[in-house]
């Protein structure tokens, strides 16, 4: 029940995380999708599923294009349930083949000295708390972290960071207002080698994903920290807000084509009717959900496990 912290950072000799805080997070999962799940299911439940019966089958598309998985998810996930013959329990047949489009299990790469993490997304999606929360699990494995505010533009988001780093026990590397966020992506990763850290996360602006110069700024972050370090950044994650539905599906095929994004944290699971999205992110644009948030706490950021997503997205 819900993949552990060591087996997304790859630490196989790790101590294994209680049966028990799995469990509080799994319990955490299945309550902030339970609205998505009533609103996925609830029109199912309502009769039993006949498999010989156009009409089920329709429904059952209407209900997974409803709860934002996406019109090619939706029917590569019917044309599999086809395949099964036995849909006695439709609702645990579909947890088992939603999980399956998600793949194998992702890892987050921090096994280069240092490893670089950039950190993309627009405002609002809970960017900042991410890089916290990580920077904070990250000190927690063992890893030494220094953290970079390279969203220059608001200042609230620098105080935010530096307070989520000192709580991290992370350093932390900041700029005036204003200030070019490459020239700050540069400066964390010179302290970064300087100081013999383990792992630079980046924080990056997050304005209008619609605006081209938020782009172009974001790909010579890239190049810039790229051009000191050979392979950096390693791990490029982008930020999606579960509320946003399809937009976020948007978001995710605009930054990915932009700035070249290697995996996605999805925020903010409170219980919308949008919690579906990651399906598509996954299975259209294969782009790996290596993150999932719940909440404000810092046990609320974990691990994705597909399975316990699809379990508590449709089977409860």
């Known amino acids: 029940m819900a993949r552990s912290w060591s087996e997304l950072l790859g630490d196989g000799e ?16 299945r309550d902030s999708l339970s609205k998505s799940r009533r609103a996925l299911t609830g029109e199912l439940a309502a009769a039993a599923f006949d498999p010989g019966n156009e009409a089920d089958w ?8 409803m709860g934002d998985v996406g019109v090619r998810a939706t029917a590569e ?26 793949g194998d299990p992702p890892t987050l ?22 890089i916290g929360k990580l920077a904070a699990r990250l000190s927690e494995s063992g890893r030494s972290v220094v953290v970079a505010a390279a969203d220059t533009f608001r200042a609230a988001a620098e105080e935010q960071l530096e307070i989520w780093a000192t709580r991290a026990g992370a350093d932390f590397v900041g700029s ?17 080698q300087a100081r013999g850290r383990d792992v630079l996360i980046v924080d990056t602006a997050g304005r209008l ?51 070249g994004v290697t995996g996605v944290v999805l925020t903010k699971l ?13 299975y259209e644009l294969g782009l790996p959900v290596k993150l999932i948030g719940v909440g404000e706490q810092l046990d609320d950021l974990r691990p994705f496990d597909a399975q316990d997503y699809a379990r508590a997205l449709v089977a409860g």
Do not use: C
């Open 58 to 65: 329709e429904r059952l598309e209407e209900a997974l294009i």
């Open 109 to 130: 790469d921090v096994r280069h000295e240092p490893a670089v993490i950039l950190v993309v997304g627009v405002n609002g999606t809970g960017k900042t708390t991410t």
């Open 176 to 192: 005036e207002r204003g200030a070019d966020p490459a020239a700050v992506a540069f400066d964390g990763l010179q302290a970064a």
């Open 209 to 259: 994903h619609t605006q081209t110069n938020l782009m172009e700024e974001l790909a010579k972050v890239r190049r810039v920290l790229a051009g000191r370090l050979a392979g950096a950044p390693h791990e490029t994650l982008l930020v999606v807000d579960a509320t946003t539905g399809q937009n976020g599906l948007q978001q995710a095929r605009l930054f990915g084509e932009a700035v």
């Open 77 to 102: 996930l019917v044309q599999r349930l086809e395949a099964r013959g036995d849909l006695t329990d439709l609702n645990e047949a579909l947890a088992d083949e939603i999980a399956a489009l998600f």
């Open 270 to 282: 409170d219980g919308s009717a949008k919690g579906g999205v990651a399906i598509p992110i996954a």
């Open 14 to 29: 790790a101590a294994p995380e209680p049966e028990e805080q799995r469990g509080r997070f799994f319990s955490r999962l």
